[in-house]
């Protein structure tokens, strides 16, 4: 949440030190889904029931966060809901050289995700940057169209002022 800038509407998000085995409150979940679960009062502390491949199908609010867009910018915002606790979790570490490229970070990444990983081949590795690009392709299409449809209508605008000035100069 602090990496994204998304801010906590209410409750607190769980934290490193608070997810051990008695750490109850266990999921975060964005104002969308807060205002379908609310029926009266807060839902900080609620459980909820989700049907989930975890040990544990009742969970209860611990924080509510902002709605923020995880697709397109059209989309409207849908309900979220961020399962955190103390489930088995996968890092990988990269030591990477300060001159590697993108690229080669994303080659070396995937690699070692294949290792640990193998049954998995759908993977991809993606920077933050090229998942909004993605994101915002098709706008940026539309705005390059109509940015060369509009340069290439202006000669014919500034043609069609000189001849209209140029008829009333003779007019007069």
Known sequence: LRVLGIQVIGGRPPEEQDLGAGYSANVVVNNAFARQLAVRGSVIGQQINLPLNVNDHNLRVAAVVEDFATTRPDRPIEPQVFLVGA????????????????AEAGAAIASVFGRIWPENPDREVLELRTLTDRAVADYRARAT?????????LPLAIAGVAGTVSYATRQR
């Open 87 to 102: 489930r088995p979790q996968m890092f990988i570490m990269a030591k990477l050289r300060p001159d590697a490229g993108e």
């Open 145 to 153: 169209l109509l940015t060369l449809i509009g340069v290439m209508c």
